[in-house]
């Protein structure tokens, strides 16, 4: 589970904070969906519950574990192996092939062989079968957000977090993401926290949380 | 990190194969000028501290001055009309027993030489040839020089103990026209002239010393000057020749001999070594500069052009160090690869250089080929200074790769 208390989150040199106050809790095998206005917070939200950024004032509380007390090796271990990130841009790299793309967390936490086999899996599940060996270059896009959802749970993190994963796609294309979201949180129950613009795919969410000027609604 | 290391590598192979190729000259280059200065110095070297003495103590030419002259006091009312002046009449070594007590007791000491030298006009037929001749026994000089190895034909031993046998430089028999067996005659200018037997002959690729060199025993001399039981010089051989300037320096404040080390009586050829140094080392820091650059400034680029890559393995739990490592690693598989390759490809201009014949003279060594030093040394400080070039430009762009912030990148979308 998943606490936050009481986020405030103020940048240099603006005077009104982003986020004021911000109380929330996710449970495991949450299905949440963040929306609100363009500039309302849900990135900086989303960073913050997710350990890239940092809160102004409050606490993020990993199961019971406050995100204070980690050291930063501890902070990496748990990006490494419970988080997973996916971007409204894809962040592949270049000079690796798919499948060595998905791989990248594993080789991380030295789990290149052992988690082989479910890569491949993933490659099936996301429909990249037989394009395991292309380099994102010879992707499309929609194939390019698939394979960095792939890479994303390699690991089989316990949260993964997206923030507009659609964003750059087509509808057909986006909706194929969101029945991905959907399948792994309900066969492996990962947690999964997504921001989304579309009102359709906001609705998929088991809960859907609204921001307006740095508060929740 | 290795593994992403060598694929962004990879990726750039034009790029890296410039690098490479800097590297691997800068290192060659090291390897090849250091081998052909080295291998010439080390040659030269070795016969100015082991064909002469390490130290060599002679007699003191003194010079006659108006304040020697003052000795005479007014008291002996003697008046010069042209004062006298030049050199005194006698070159010899006061008190050589006290030398060789001296010399005996010395720990440092591995050996010592009297000697007579002198200078004397060879003549064979109508042809004569200013030079000098140096007395000496020659089981004492064997201990001191190598000069047996240099030995053309006969033994140096074959100069004997007396009966005017003499050795010589082959140029100097050329100039004579003269040949072994021969006898030639030999004068010191104020004593009557003698007949020597060549005996044998030697080259030391020194002009001056095979142009105008020739060695006889110790009691011959002696009596080709007319002064028995006198000698001008003592050669000195040390365990150590680097100590030489030291000791020299020590002897020198309690006698009033002359007393040389070899360092200084070879001060002209070892600044020659220290410009060659110089320029040796000032080409091989342009080259490896220019190397250097270049992986700094690729990987300052890269840094750049990588930074959401970097974001996302930060993202991924990839820590700050290991964003150093992903682009030091290139640096030094670089550094690395340059520098062995340059290792080879020195090492192999070496060997050919080595096989190039070259006319006889001071280049070339024994068989008048090209000495080449293949010192380890060398090769250690050109991988060294490889590997060092590279850690240094490596260094400042990966550790501005490990300080960028992912959360950064993210906001501004990657760009
Ligand atoms: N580094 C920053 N410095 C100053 N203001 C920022 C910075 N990052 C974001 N903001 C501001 O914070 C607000 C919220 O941004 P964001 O969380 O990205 O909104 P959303 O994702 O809902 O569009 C915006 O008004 C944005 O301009
Ligand atoms: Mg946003």
Same mark, same amino acid.
């Given at each position: 589970?998943?606490?936050?208390? /009481? ?72 990006? /490494?192996? /419970? ?126 949380? /609204? ?7 | ?9 990879? $990726? ?40 002469? $003495? ?5 007699? &003191? ?96 031993? @074959? ?73 001008? @010089? ?42 060659? @140094? ?22 300052? %680029?890269?840094?750049?052009?990588? &930074?959401? @890559? ?38 192999? %201009? ?45 260094? %400042? ?19």
């Amino acid at each position: 589970m998943i606490e936050i208390k /009481n986020i405030t989150k103020r940048f240099p040199n603006t005077p009104v904070p982003v986020l004021k106050g911000i109380d929330l809790k996710i449970e495991d095998g949450d299905f949440v969906s963040l929306v609100g206005k363009s500039g309302s917070g849900k990135s900086t939200l989303l960073y913050i519950i997710s350990t890239l950024d940092h809160p102004t004032e409050g606490e993020v509380i990993y199961d019971s574990q406050n995100l204070k007390d980690f050291e930063q090796e501890e902070i990496y271990q748990l990006r /490494n192996h /419970n988080i997973g990130f996916v971007f409204q841009f894809h962040y592949l790299l270049a000079e690796l092939t798919a499948i060595e793309n998905i791989l990248l967390p594993a080789r991380k936490a030295k789990e290149v062989e052992k988690r082989r086999g479910f890569a491949m899996e993933l490659i099936r599940i996301v429909g990249l079968e037989g394009k395991e060996h292309r380099f994102p270059g010879e992707l499309s896009g929609g194939e390019q957000q698939r394979l960095a959802i792939a890479r994303a749970l390699v690991m089989e993190p316990k949260y993964l977090f997206a923030d507009e994963p659609t964003g750059n796609l087509d509808s057909v294309n986006g909706k194929i993401i969101m029945d991905l979201f959907k399948k792994f949180n309900e066969e492996k129950g990962t947690t999964i926290i997504y921001v989304t613009h579309d009102i359709d795919f906001a609705a998929m969410a088991r809960r859907r949380i /609204n921001l307006v000027d740095g508060v929740l609604e | 990190m290795m593994f992403l290391s060598i694929r962004q590598l990879m $990726a750039r192979k034009k790029q890296s194969l410039l690098i490479l190729l800097g590297i691997t000259i800068g290192s060659a280059a090291y390897v090849a000028i250091s081998g052909m200065m080295l291998g010439f110095q080390t040659y030269i070297l070795d016969q100015l501290v082991n064909n002469e $003495a390490h130290i060599r103590i002679s007699a &003191r030419e003194e010079i006659l001055t108006a304040a020697d002259m003052a000795s005479y006091s007014e008291a002996a009312h003697v008046f010069w009309e042209i004062p006298p002046s030049g050199r005194k009449d006698s070159t010899r070594i006061e008190y050589p027993l006290g030398w060789f007590k001296k010399l005996d007791a010395d720990k440092d000491v591995a050996a010592y030489s009297p000697q007579v030298v002198a200078q004397v006009i060879f003549t064979q037929n109508k042809i004569t040839k200013v030079g000098r001749i140096i007395g000496s026994q020659y089981e004492r000089q064997l201990k001191v020089t190598n000069i047996e190895n240099y030995m053309k034909s006969g033994s140096f031993k @074959d100069i004997g103990n007396s009966g005017n046998r003499l050795i010589m430089g082959t140029s100097l028999m050329e100039l004579l026209g003269t040949r072994l067996q021969e006898t030639i005659l030999v004068s010191t200018g104020s004593a009557q002239p003698q007949m020597f037997k060549i005996v044998g002959t030697f080259e030391t690729g020194i002009k001056t010393i095979d142009e105008g060199t020739a060695f006889v025993s110790l009691t011959d001399a002696q009596k080709l000057r007319n002064t028995p039981s006198e000698i001008t @010089d003592i050669a000195v051989k040390l365990f150590d020749p680097h100590h030489a300037s030291i000791k020299a320096g020590l002897w020198k404040n309690s006698s009033r001999d002359k007393i040389l080390s070899w360092q200084e009586s070879s001060a002209a050829v070892l600044s020659v070594f220290k410009t060659q @140094d110089i320029v040796r080392n000032s080409m091989t820091i342009s080259i490896i500069l220019v190397a250097g650059f270049g992986i700094y400034n690729i990987l300052s %680029i890269l840094v750049n052009q990588k &930074r959401r @890559d970097v974001a996302i393995l930060r993202s991924m739990g990839f820590s700050p160090k290991d964003i150093i490592k992903l682009f030091f690693n290139q640096g030094m598989i670089l550094g690395f690869l340059g520098g062995a390759i340059g290792l080879i490809l020195g090492f192999v %201009i070496c060997v050919i250089m080595s096989r190039i014949e070259v006319i006889p003279g001071r280049m070339s060594g024994p068989g008048n080929y090209m000495i080449i030093s293949f010192d380890i040394i060398i090769y250690i400080k050109a991988f060294s200074i490889a590997i060092a070039t590279a850690i240094i430009s490596s260094i %400042i762009p990966a550790r501005a790769g490990g300080q960028l912030e992912p959360m950064e990148i993210i906001r501004s979308g990657g760009q």
